[in-house]
């Protein structure tokens, strides 16, 4: 013989013929097996949407063991959390922040001021005639003892655009002794990234010793020197960034006129200057704050 486990009976049909709560009843087998099967769906569903602690010991302690296991996972999110918090608070602390103002401007420094940080902003070109208002650079110098490593990250220029930076002794004209560093170029949404080894620190300098002849690589259109002049040893401290052609710069709306060139790029054919650190005084620019 075959049985079937009712589930609840709502109140008031136990006297419709309902039967009593969880009453057992004799059904023919095929009937049986089809109700017992809709009644344990019923069940399952039942038991899923409203669960009751468990009765055995197994059962509470896979109870225990599932919380547990939330709760180190919990745990776990939340200290990888803090640990993103604060390795962002150590390179926030290392880089800083630049406090620019009536021509002052700040270098972060480490404790041994062997890594700096500092911004480079519009030039004077650039304020001049309102062009790129949301231009920078960010830059950090990092010693590696016998030399440095600056990274540059550019932003705020035109698109798929060239651009060339310089080591310069004042940061703005006539720029005085410059040092040709590499290129710039812009992706898709303005923004360039390079970094560049040599020596960019208090001891950054040119010198001339005596008069000699030099090779005369380009004519036109602005020639380069045949000799050097003499010079004792001068130091370069500031930063500028020119774009690579005039062309590029009468597109960004920093220039007028498509044929001024000047000698900042590697055939004396580049635009206007676009960045600089003429957020700095002339004789303290932000490379002179690195002692190696």
């Known amino acids: 013989m075959q049985y079937l486990v009712r589930g609840p009976v709502p109140r008031g049909e136990e006297s419709a013929g309902a039967g009593p709560v969880n009453s057992v009843d ?6 049986q097996h089809a109700q017992v099967k809709r009644a344990s769906s019923r069940a399952i569903a039942c038991c899923s949407r409203f669960p009751h602690p468990p009765t055995t010991k197994v ?3 896979r109870l225990l ?3 547990q296991t939330r709760h180190n996972s919990s745990t776990h999110r939340e200290a990888d959390m803090n640990k993103h918090i604060k390795r962002a608070a150590i390179v926030l602390g290392a880089a800083g922040m630049i406090v620019a103002g009536g021509g002052a401007a700040a270098v972060a420094t480490s404790a041994k001021h062997t890594r700096i940080h500092f911004q480079m902003v519009r030039s004077a070109n650039s304020v001049n005639t309102d062009c790129l208002p949301k231009a920078k650079a960010d830059v950090t110098v990092q010693s590696r003892g016998q030399v440095e490593v ?13 651009f060339d930076l310089f080591v310069i002794q004042v940061p703005n004209a006539p720029f005085g002794m410059s040092w040709y560093q590499g290129d710039l170029n812009t992706n898709q949404w303005g923004v360039a990234a390079g ?9 950054t ?5 005596g008069t000699a002849p030099a090779p005369v690589v380009h004519t036109s259109p602005i020639a380069d020197a045949s000799s050097n002049p003499t010079t004792a040893p001068v130091h370069q401290y500031h930063l500028g960034l020119w774009f690579n052609s005039p062309e590029d710069a009468v597109a960004a709306g920093c220039s007028k006129d498509p044929k001024a060139v000047t000698p900042f790029n590697g ?3 580049a ?16 490379l002179r704050s690195l002692q190696p």
């Open 65 to 67: 063991i599932s919380q």
């Open 267 to 269: 055939d004396h054919t």
């Open 205 to 209: 300098f040119s010198v001339a010793p």
């Open 195 to 203: 970094t560049f080894v040599g020596r960019f620190s208090i001891e």
């Open 150 to 162: 600056m990274t540059i990250a550019a932003s705020g220029l035109p698109k798929n655009t060239g």
């Open 271 to 286: 635009g206007p200057q676009v960045l600089s650190t003429r957020n700095f005084p002339d004789a303290e620019g932000p």
């Open 59 to 61: 059962g509470r302690s």
């Open 26 to 31: 004799r059904l023919p087998s095929a009937v």
